[in-house]
């Protein structure tokens, strides 16, 4: 892991050395102890390769959290903060898997009763015919209620060219819920940040009403690298120095090419690799070529990568 | 007269946090909970009115009580009820059910006296209540 910060405990103000003897105190070390959110930030330290402007902010809510929780104790207490969020950023840069992190860490904060998270899509809210979609809304805000309701791909709840949508009404009864029930719910928009814009622009309340506009950034080919070696690691495969090399300038080039969708690309090419590698182990095994031992069953080698569709197109000219 | 009918109808008004709390256990339970109203509080009048659909897959109470603030802004005197539907096999039926809301003034039964063949007599019971045609009451 390339973060240091992993054990450090969220910056707190540096407010103990100010506090008067006689005046009512809390300890902030003790709270954080106590909510055990340390474990959940150090796991996303751990897990979440690069990220750093998201990790920081969910550092910072953390944080807010925790004195808004120590604020409290002392009976001077602020009223919930705002947590409704916007994730923006390309495809496969972990929108989702930290929405769902992000469900456990302000559980454990105590920001939100359940430890749940529904997802849902435009379908999910939207209706077919008039009247069905503020009964199809309510019901899915009442089953996030408690919790966290994450909205993927929320740019397609508006669409501009039909005037007579029905994802107006959806968006109308979402804002009065995110602004009624603040105490109840949690909501998370996702999408891709050019269409999340165009969005935001034509709905001018719903930015008003998130606090949190995180922008997930792309991640480098080291980045890329270190994510697939996880991803390796968890479905016991392996990549030799060559091969490592070989995925080095496939991502390289995939990078360049349209539609890469990070992560999710990763995944994918990983993925192929897979079937080549079994169906390279299944050829020389009909051929003779005696038992196959674990080593080589977990080995992913560079004839496996260099396979790929990717390299047929002329390298990438150097930046 | 104040009608007994479900869990908890001999004990105080429930307050709108206990009830939240009776919600919060039949869906830790597993159980789905509705709203139902009505204006007949005869004990045989078993099907009351749906106020919207049985919740699935709700898990805080929230949810719930929103409907329920719902119903009673609706329906400030009439009787509402929440159940608790237990959808296991073997089950399949309420688990729990209580009344949240009842009108001010509950007027209560009269028992009525018919005679039939010979000297043998019917009893029936009727709200004083629902004397009044329904579009009037």
């Given amino acids: 892991m390339t973060s240091a910060t992993a054990d450090l405990p969220v910056r707190e103000p540096a407010e103990k050395s100010a506090v008067k003897p006689d005046m009512p105190s809390v300890d902030l070390v003790a709270l954080f102890r106590e909510s055990t959110v340390g474990d959940v930030l150090a796991e996303l330290d751990r897990d979440l390769v690069g990220l750093t402007p998201v990790k920081t902010r969910i550092r910072e809510i953390a944080a807010q959290l925790l004195v808004e929780r120590a604020r409290e104790t002392l009976g001077i207490a602020s009223g919930a903060p705002t947590l409704h969020m916007c994730f923006s950023g390309n495809p496969g840069t972990g929108k989702t898997t930290v929405a769902l992190r992000m469900a456990d860490v302000l559980f454990r904060l105590g920001y939100i009763r359940r430890k749940h998270l529904v997802s849902v899509t435009r379908d999910d809210l939207v209706g077919q015919y008039i009247g069905h979609t503020a009964p199809k809304t309510r019901d899915v805000l009442k089953r996030a209620m408690g919790g966290v309701l994450f909205i993927d791909e929320a740019y397609y709840l508006y669409r501009p060219e039909n005037e007579r949508d029905y994802g107006q009404e959806a968006i109308e009864i979402l804002l009065q819920t995110m602004e009624n029930q603040r105490s109840d719910l949690v909501v998370i928009l996702a999408g891709y940040e050019s269409r999340m814009e165009t969005f935001f622009q034509s709905n001018p309340g719903f930015r008003s009403r998130i606090a949190h506009h995180v922008t997930f950034p792309d991640y480098d080919v080291a980045e890329l690298i270190e994510i697939a070696e996880g991803m390796l690691a968890r479905m016991h495969y392996r990549l030799d120095a060559e091969a490592r090399a070989a995925f080095e300038e496939y991502l390289a080039r995939r990078i360049r090419q349209p539609n890469f969708a990070n992560a999710r690309s990763v995944r994918n090419a990983l993925d192929r690799a897979r079937l080549r590698q079994a169906s390279r182990i299944f050829a020389d095994a009909m051929q003779g070529g005696g038992p196959s031992d674990t080593a080589a069953l977990t080995l992913l080698s560079a004839t496996d990568i260099r396979a790929s569709r990717v390299f047929d197109t002329p390298p990438p000219r150097p930046v | ?137």
């Fill in chain 2, 1 to 137: 007269m104040r009608i007994t009918q479900g869990t908890f109808s001999f004990l105080p008004e429930l307050t709108d946090e206990e009830i939240g709390l009776q919600i919060d256990y039949a869906l830790q339970q597993g159980w789905a909970c509705s709203v139902e109203f009505t204006d007949d509080p005869h004990p045989r009048n078993t099907y009351w009115e749906m106020w919207g659909l049985p919740m699935f897959d709700l898990k805080d109470p929230a949810g719930a009580m929103q409907e329920v603030t719902a119903c009673r802004t609706t329906y400030p005197q009439h009787y509402i009820k929440v159940n608790a539907f237990d959808s296991v096999r073997g089950f399949e039926t309420m688990r729990l059910s209580f009344i949240v809301n009842r009108p001010q003034d509950e007027p209560g039964f009269r028992l009525e006296r018919q005679d039939v063949q010979g000297r043998v007599q019917h009893y029936a019971m009727k709200a004083y209540s629902n004397d009044q045609p329904p579009a009037s009451r």
